[in-house]
């Protein structure tokens, strides 16, 4: 598949990143300098991966992951299952916002999605996701 990388809502656009380029994205996103950017089709058809975050949260980067198919409208979150539905957190993309810390998950469930998305197009079914 081929794709565009678009930092900070499209502010910034590479097409056809490697692999190791969106990796290195999650690795720097910080929930200040970057705090979210998207993995789009190139040609336009098909889902895009979105991800906002990297705020340092009780010792480690959370983020929110959305895996939005524009052909159907179809949109699921990322969700980590281990929080309670109680709690949130605050995380960065573009301004402060609170969240439900489901919706929160790890620097390890977001590289897994985005590898997965970034070789099929698809969300990773291993990951937990819910649609909204």
Do not use: H
């Amino acid at each position: 598949m081929k794709w565009e990388l678009c930092l900070e809502r499209i502010d910034y656009v590479e097409t056809l990143p490697t692999w190791e380029r969106v990796y290195e994205v999650i690795k720097q996103m910080d929930g200040k300098k970057l705090t979210n950017f998207s993995l789009d089709p190139l040609n336009g058809e098909g889902a895009s991966l979105l991800c906002g975050g990297g705020d340092l949260i009780d010792g480690e980067r959370r983020y929110k992951v959305e895996y939005f198919n524009e052909e159907d409208g179809s949109g699921y979150y990322l969700i980590n299952p281990e929080e309670p539905e109680d709690k949130e957190y605050e995380l960065t993309i573009q301004v402060s916002d609170v969240q439900p810390a489901k919706y929160c998950v790890k620097q390890e469930d977001v590289i897994k999605a985005f590898e997965y998305f970034y070789k099929t197009g698809q969300r990773n079914p291993e990951l937990q996701w819910e649609e909204y």
